[in-house]
């Protein structure tokens, strides 16, 4: 059973996919199930691009609905004991983040971390620090959360949570991390 599942959601995005998966191929993938949801038009093209890799990988492909019922897709075919959403475009900040990720993982259901946003133009603006605790004492009332690219959770945590809801266009991470953090802290 792996350690971990990735979750990579991908629509018409072949370069936004190769640099996720290059960026997931530099980590130790040892222990690691990848699943790809692809709603792109061409279907064969990710395939194509998975030839030959050396990680144990799931493609399926499902209509366009949405990046939020895509990543509820994939969280139903995740078997690891843990989930990790990197969507087409998102890349890890070092070779070695999956390996800490783990280390720090230890006996907790789930963690964040910063997130690094780099535009067209090369600017890179990283998140601020997030204080789980503050928020808390203030009922995560400012509308501050991790994204769910800097956020890693046990994968029994996030369906006992029900998953994405897809009622929300932009925000159901946020509405999922609320639902996470009433069961456990990170």
């Known amino acids: 059973m792996p350690w971990l599942t990735v979750i990579t959601v991908v629509k018409d995005d072949i370069a936004g996919f190769l640099r996720s998966r290059d960026s997931l191929l530099q980590q130790n993938t040892e222990g690691i199930q990848w699943i790809v949801i692809d709603s792109s038009v061409n279907r064969g093209e990710i395939r194509k691009a998975l030839a030959g890799d050396r990680i144990d990988v799931v493609v399926e492909w499902t209509r366009a609905?949405?990046?939020?019922?895509?990543?509820?897709?994939?969280?139903?075919?995740?078997?690891?004991?843990?989930?990790?959403?990197?969507?087409?475009?998102?890349?890890?900040?070092?070779?070695?983040?999956?390996?800490?990720?783990?280390?720090?993982?230890?006996?907790?259901?789930?963690?964040?971390?910063?997130?690094?946003?780099?535009?067209?133009?090369?600017?890179?603006?990283?998140?601020?620090?997030?204080?789980?605790?503050?928020?808390?004492?203030?009922?995560?009332?400012?509308?501050?959360?991790p994204a769910h690219q800097g956020t890693i959770a046990s994968t029994e945590l996030v369906r006992s949570c029900g998953g994405f809801d897809e009622r929300f266009t932009i925000a159901a991470d946020y509405a999922l991390f609320l639902r996470m953090s009433l069961k456990c802290d990170p």
């Open 65 to 145: 609905q949405g990046i939020y019922p895509a990543m509820n897709t994939g969280l139903g075919l995740a078997t690891g004991d843990y989930v990790y959403f990197l969507n087409a475009g998102d890349e890890f900040s070092g070779a070695d983040v999956l390996s800490s990720v783990r280390e720090a993982l230890r006996g907790h259901e789930w963690a964040f971390g910063p997130v690094a946003i780099v535009g067209t133009d090369g600017t890179r603006l990283v998140t601020p620090p997030w204080d789980y605790q503050t928020e808390k004492r203030v009922a995560f009332s400012r509308g501050l959360f």
